[in-house]
């Protein structure tokens, strides 16, 4: 269900008290689309009817009066090896004189292009033009044998066409690098699937399969030379072009997933996509192909890779150019509220401006699967209050259907971005006290009513100590976040989005509240302190034969106690306990 584009709504969210983003028609928008160094204006925006600009919304479309600087990228004449890649190709070459056989062997896609590029690439895929990699490898193992050498790791990896992995791989380790060999193929593509039917065939064939040129490149390890049997392969990677090497929309119809894998790399390189590689992703054929023919594993799979990349921007902006957005990040058939049809921009402005904010505060503050899970929350931050229906007719956020449904990422990965959105709120009423260091209207919270019996003055520290708890590491994430919302009474109109979320001072934020948790509060970890009290000792202060709700009851309270006073002891905490309890029942 979508609003149409000139509709504006107002998010229920009450983090989101921002208008949303009324776009004007396709047909009032002027705008060219480009992935490059502009000479005017100095950042990349979108012009809309060449009066407002919106920094985060980078889909990379510029006005279309500004030049642009065409790319000039180097690279290497010739493929200089590492000297372990020396001794494992003097190994191939061994065996080919050993048995006499006329093989040759090509090094293939990506390990050809990132050496050409001077960047060192592990992932070694030999292309054999006479015979099966399994064979190969078995006349590789034999002659190591022979020379006294043990060959290590050797297997075969059966084809899986479900996964994309049409043809039987041999794999075997060489010097601690694992090397894969497989037979020179073509393809033919059936109507209704992307599995093609395989067969052998000659270097040009294999290289005119590939999905992009700068992919189709070989280095023939029997004359030590660069082979672009496309013609094109170096020229597009000098310009930095992402071009399909047969006509783009039969190209992406035959497997659509090189749509997203072009959009990979165009982001990976800061390359350009063709025009005529943009227009047939953005095809109803192509994008009805990629719903239908492409496992949402392997979708998934690709946006991860994005995600995790070093250009993650970059890349969700391609997917919204090529209108490819709610295709991947595919919605339930129902849901509420309904969602304006330029939606995903604003998704777009929430993860720029996170990425943005992480470069600030420094990318180190996050690790690996911090950073990744951070994008996902700032995605999908216009989407938190969104909800469907499941099985049990219970409502449940759009986020979980996307990330396990649409993508089919781990359970965990939609836990805890829903637990970070969950978290947004009590974030930002804490953030005041925790700037000031004062307590004071900490009183007026509802969720912190819990905490009656908790002193004022150890009240910022209990409601801190248990909003970490409920995230644990994730808690940077989650201050990441609210500093982009806060204040939390802020309307978040296109007028904020062109002041860039003023993210100078989000950094300065970030930074204050986190030493304030850190340095002030004591609070690094705090998920892993252990009680001072156990379930046995409550009990007997209870006179409790069984557990039940009231020992839970009372372990919270002793935890609030336990961080309202972090020298307190095992002892203190149960004195703390009797008397809390005997004037509960002298009340009662």
Not at 41 to 70: D, K, Y
Not at 148 to 163: C, D, H, K, L, T
Request: glycine share 4%.
């Amino acid at each position: 269900m979508r609003l149409p584009s000139n509709t504006a709504i107002k998010l229920k969210a009450p983090l989101l008290l921002h208008r949303f983003l009324s776009l004007p028609s396709p047909a009032t928008v002027s705008i060219a689309v480009e992935f490059r160094n502009v000479l005017c204006p100095a950042r990349r925006i979108l012009t809309l009817a060449g009066t407002r600009t919106l920094p985060f919304l980078h889909c990379r479309a510029m006005a279309t009066a500004c030049e642009v600087e065409p790319l000039v990228i180097p690279v290497k004449e010739q493929i200089e090896l590492t000297e372990t890649e020396k001794k494992i190709f003097d190994r191939l070459l061994g065996t080919l004189r050993h048995f006499n056989l006329q093989t040759q062997l090509r090094v293939a896609g990506g390990w050809v292009r990132d050496k050409l590029l001077g960047k060192d690439c592990y992932d070694i895929d030999i292309a054999l033009d006479n015979m099966l990699g399994s064979e190969f490898a078995d006349k590789v193992k034999e002659y190591l044998e022979s020379t006294g050498e043990e060959a290590q790791g050797v297997a075969v990896i059966p084809s899986n066409p479900e996964q994309s992995k049409h043809l039987e791989t041999a794999r075997m380790r060489l010097l601690d690098l694992w090397i894969d060999f497989v037979n020179l193929r073509c393809e033919d593509y059936s109507e209704n699937s992307r599995i093609p039917t395989m067969k052998f065939g000659t270097a040009e064939e294999d290289a005119y399969r590939r999905d992009l040129t700068i992919n189709s490149l070989f280095y023939n390890i029997n004359t030590s030379s660069v082979e672009d049997f496309t013609k094109r392969g170096i020229a597009h990677l000098k310009s930095g072009k992402i071009v399909t090497p047969l006509p783009p929309k039969a190209t992406f119809l035959d497997d659509p997933l090189r749509v997203l894998r072009a959009i990979r790399f165009g982001a990976r390189f800061g390359f350009t996509l063709d025009e005529e590689l943009k227009k047939a992703a953005a095809c109803d054929d192509v994008k009805t192909a990629l719903a239908a023919k492409i496992s949402r594993e392997r979708i998934g799979t690709e946006i991860d890779l994005m995600i995790s990349g070093n250009q993650p921007i970059n890349a969700m902006a391609y997917i919204c150019d090529s209108t490819l957005f709610w295709i991947v990040f595919n919605l339930p058939p129902e849901f509420e509220p309904a969602l304006p049809e330029e939606h995903h921009r604003l998704c777009i402005a929430y993860v720029d401006a996170a990425w943005n904010l992480i470069k600030l505060i420094g990318c180190s503050n996050f690790n690996d699967e911090q950073r990744r899970l951070s994008l996902y929350a700032a995605l999908f931050l216009p989407l938190q209050n969104t909800t469907y229906k499941d099985r049990k007719a219970k409502r449940i956020p759009v986020v979980n259907h996307i990330l396990r449904d649409s993508l089919k990422r781990k359970a965990s990965d939609a836990e805890t971005v829903i637990s970070i959105h969950n978290a947004l709120e009590k974030f930002l009423s804490l953030i005041p006290a925790l700037v000031s260091n004062d307590d004071a209207h900490l009183t007026e919270l509802e969720w912190g009513k819990g905490f009656i019996d908790v002193p004022g003055t150890s009240k910022l520290r209990v409601l801190t100590g248990f909003l970490l708890r409920e995230i644990k590491d994730f808690w940077r994430v989650a201050l990441l976040m609210s500093t982009l919302l806060y204040p939390a009474d802020t309307d978040y109109t296109l007028d904020m989005l062109n002041k860039n979320f003023e993210l100078d001072k989000k950094r300065d934020l970030f930074v204050t509240v986190e030493n304030a948790i850190v340095v002030k509060l004591g609070l690094e970890n705090v998920w892993d302190l252990k009680p001072l009290v156990n379930g046995k000792d409550i009990m007997n202060v209870l006179q409790l034969k069984t557990g039940g709700p009231l020992v839970r009851e009372w372990q919270q309270k002793l935890l609030a106690w336990q961080l309202g006073h972090p020298s307190g002891t095992t002892e203190q905490g149960l004195d703390w306990m009797r008397e809390t309890h005997s004037k509960r029942i002298k009340r009662e």
